[in-house]
């Protein structure tokens, strides 16, 4: 079993700081967000081979994969010109992804909105009509470069649904897009009681093209899902794990919404729904 975490889901330190914490815990892989582990430039134009180098030798000297380059953005700014810088950044770190050892940069698709806000203007066809443009402007880069641009959906962005998702791949058509599948993300305070038939779904839809899976949990609260840590809520792990251990053996396990002091228990805890899991026919 695979597991890693989110490297800002650690608290904010020096690099070799960083990568010896999460040595320390056993894991074997992260999600690294550049500007949230460090306080150094790591905005568009800062990125070389030699930073590169430097932070994936440090992992790599511990034995544990950078298996994503989180590079989350509005890839459907409303502001062209922000959108643009937005996709030059995540281009950017496509160019350098080798030097970091990493083969997937990822990120949602984003909001029509500037801000965080989320409308069900999103579901409509003219914003996946624009993710289909950026994303295939990021994977053209990235098949320049061998690399895989990694898409996470989610209830709130243009990709809202399994549906939608296998819709993007078959629209993109290239390997070098590749699914980030966060089951939560799929959920709402309408459908989480149907999470067998919901995963079930994805994983028909899709599972060829899941690259990474990620691991979080939520709780009920004011009639709506809020992020807890994994294994500390209702999220049906029996079957996702049932769901993922055969389709995807050693897939890169990457948790996230799980800080300290629950992060040992959460390790724990899936590696014992792994271990029991039986495998998807």
Known sequence: ??????????????LEELVQEIS??????????????FDFDTGLGSLSPGMAYKIGTAF?????????????I?????????????????????????????????????????????????FKEEPFQQVVSSVRELVNEAEKFGVIVGIEGGVNHPIYSPKVMKRLLDTIDSNNLQVI???????????????????????????DRIAILHAKDFIVEDNQLKPTAVGKGLLDYDVVIRLIKSKKPFVNILMEETTEPFIEESI??????????????
């Open 268 to 281: 724990e805890f899936l590696r014992d729904k792994y271990k029991s899991a039986r495998d998807f026919v």
């Open 181 to 207: 599948f966060d089951p939560v993300n799929f959920l709402t305070i309408e459908n989480y009681l149907q999470q067998e038939e919901i995963f079930t779904e994805a994983i028909e839809l899709f599972g």
């Open 60 to 72: 790599r000297n511990h034995n544990i994969q950078i298996a994503v380059l989180g590079c989350y």
């Open 24 to 37: 320390n815990k056993g894991l074997t892989s992260v999600q690294l967000a550049l500007g949230k582990s």
């Open 74 to 122: 509005n890839m459907i700014h409303p502001d062209q010109d922000e959108r643009r810088k937005a996709l030059e950044r995540f281009k950017e770190h496509i160019r350098y992804a080798r030097d970091f050892g990493c083969s997937i940069v990822g990120t949602e698709t984003g909001n029509v909105n500037a801000d965080i806000v989320y409308t069900v203007e999103n």
């Open 1 to 14: 079993m695979n597991i890693g975490i989110r490297a800002h889901d650690l608290k904010k330190r020096p």
